[in-house]
Nanobody, 122 residues
Framework: QVQLVESGGRMVQAGDSLRLSCTAS????????LAWFRQTPGKEREFVAA????????EYSDSVKGRFTISKDNAKNLVSLRMNRLQPEDSAVYYC???????????????WGKGTLVTVSS
């Protein structure tokens, strides 16, 4: 069982940078792949970025590639998402996710956090 708690979401202006953090508790954090998803009202939850348990494989959605960076610190049970050049379309609730393997399909996620809200004003 893994519990995930996100933090760092807030309102920023277009072009700003922001770092989201996700702290995990429970056993086996270092053996899980971690990911970030996001969701806006009325839309399905969409994949943003993922990192495997060894932190040597990364995946990004096309919409954030080159702007967002996911990282993992097993010693601190922490996964982060560095977001640069934020745009209004990046506004969403961002969710931290853990799974046995790297997944981009939200139906295959094993554990979810409760989310943190990012709002980007134009």
């Amino acid at each position: 069982q893994v519990q995930l708690v996100e933090s760092g979401g807030r309102m920023v202006q277009a072009g700003d940078s922001l770092r989201l953090s996700c702290t995990a508790s429970g056993r086996g954090f270092s053996s899980y792949a971690l990911a970030w998803f996001r969701q806006t009202p009325g839309k399905e939850r969409e994949f943003v970025a993922a990192i495997n348990y060894r932190a040597d494989r990364f995946e990004y959605s096309d919409s954030v590639k080159g702007r967002f960076t996911i990282s993992k610190d097993n010693a601190k049970n922490l996964v982060s998402l560095r977001m640069n050049r934020l745009q209004p379309e990046d506004s969403a609730v961002y969710y931290c996710a853990a799974s046995v393997v790297v997944v981009s399909d939200p139906t295959r996620v094993d554990y979810w956090g409760k989310g943190t809200l990012v709002t980007v004003s134009s």
